[in-house]
């Protein structure tokens, strides 16, 4: 593996989540440097939709990505048919903005299953191959939540992104010396409709009263950000958290 280039020509991604804003953009950058993708996400339709509006070749896959056996028979299909996974991309999320009192059991472990148990999962289910081929880059998209304690978001998807970023640095150190590198990226408040729909337009208003930058992240950016941790030239980069939070917070 040739590491003193940035060429990804060639390289297969599997993007989860890749229907939604973020996941798009994501896809969309790589797409733009013919990575060939695999796009992972709950509906069918709009998975061909997305894989159809990207210049490059693309495998869609329909799942339920905090479902251990969907992710097992899902990522079977994806090797067979579409080839070793170079890149992960753990995108897929769902929010839930209740407070310790409000958060029922059920609320808990479908957050924690959705954002938490699918980056298990999925890089389970790739490390080995990215072992094999001493290359592999997965890139956790957490939040700014995790540190900050959640300002609008809940206990439980706060917690999630938390486990997401323990669980980074755990398989970042177990697998630096196997040419894979395991990175996480803390965005917030990034204009996609889970704040474009799930925030009101009073909650909208403060949070831009509060941001530094006064204006909201863009998926692109985010993307950005992806795109250059998946970069062979970022191997030396592991067990980082991107903070890309606008100025909230310094360290
Ligand atoms: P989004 O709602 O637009 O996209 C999320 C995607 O995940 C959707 O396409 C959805 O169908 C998919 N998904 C949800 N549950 C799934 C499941 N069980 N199996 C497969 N796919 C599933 O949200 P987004 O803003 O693009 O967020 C993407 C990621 O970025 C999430 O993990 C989110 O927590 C994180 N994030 C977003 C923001 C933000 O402000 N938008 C900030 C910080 C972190």
Redesign the pocket.
Known sequence: MELSNDNLVDKVALV?????????AICERLAADNVRIAL????SQ?LKRAASMLDTDTFAAA?????SDDVSRGYDRIREEFGDVDILV??????SNNKLLETAPNEWRKVM???LD?ALYWSQAVVPSMKKNHFGRIIN?????WKAGGLTAGTA?TAS?GGMVSLTFSIALEFADAGITVNGI??????????SEQLSKEQREAILDLLPVKR??M?EE?AHTVRFLASPLSGFITGEIIDMNGGLQFD
């Open positions: 989860t989540g890749a229907c939604g804003g973020i996941g798009r992972v996400d709950l509906d709009e799942l339920d990505v905090g479902d753990n995108c897929a999320g769902i929010l299953a959705v954002n699918s998209i957490s939040s700014f939540a998807y992104k803390a965005p917030c408040y990034v204009m996609t409709p889970m704040i909201f992240c998926p985010v």
